[in-house]
């Protein structure tokens, strides 16, 4: 039986590829950006638009990492088993992924959100861009 990991290379929705300095940096940038864009969201009151944001900041720093590992992800379920299969020493990393991704989707989709699980995903967001950019020094 196929691994998750295994599956999203086969579907090609996991490609291996030669790491780049500049992709990495451009996905670091973009975490860093919508990073900031959550805090003023949150600040402001917006709870949808925090959640959201910090959704994609911890997005854009998994993606960094995973490229720095050799692998360009095309979809977030992949992202998410890229995330494990290849770090899989930072499972806080990857629960923070998870858990912002539902509440970016609750937000998105079913218009759930609050300011108090904002607060949280604008917190982890935080804490994940440090770690990966800890993790790529």
């Not at 030669?18 to 940096?25: C, N, R």
């Not at 996905?27 to 959640?51: T, V």
């Not at 900041?57 to 890229?82: D, M, P």
Request: contains cysteine; aromatic residues 8%.
């Amino acid at each position: 039986m196929m691994s998750a990991f295994e599956r999203c290379i086969a579907e090609k929705r996991l490609v291996k590829v030669e790491p780049s300095p500049e992709m990495i940096k451009k996905e670091m940038d973009s975490a860093s950006y919508d990073y900031g864009r959550a805090a003023d969201s949150l600040e402001e009151g917006d709870a949808k638009w925090a959640s959201v944001q910090a959704y994609y900041s911890i997005f854009h720093a998994a993606k960094a990492l995973v490229l720095s590992k050799g692998y360009r992800e095309k979809g977030h379920y992949c992202l998410q088993v890229a995330l494990k299969e290849l770090c899989p020493a930072e499972k806080a990393l990857v629960n923070d992924l998870e858990m912002c991704m539902d509440l970016r989707h609750g937000a998105d989709y079913a218009s759930t959100y609050d300011a108090e699980s904002a607060k949280i995903a604008v917190r982890k967001a935080g804490e994940s861009l440090e770690r990966v950019e800890e993790l790529l020094r």
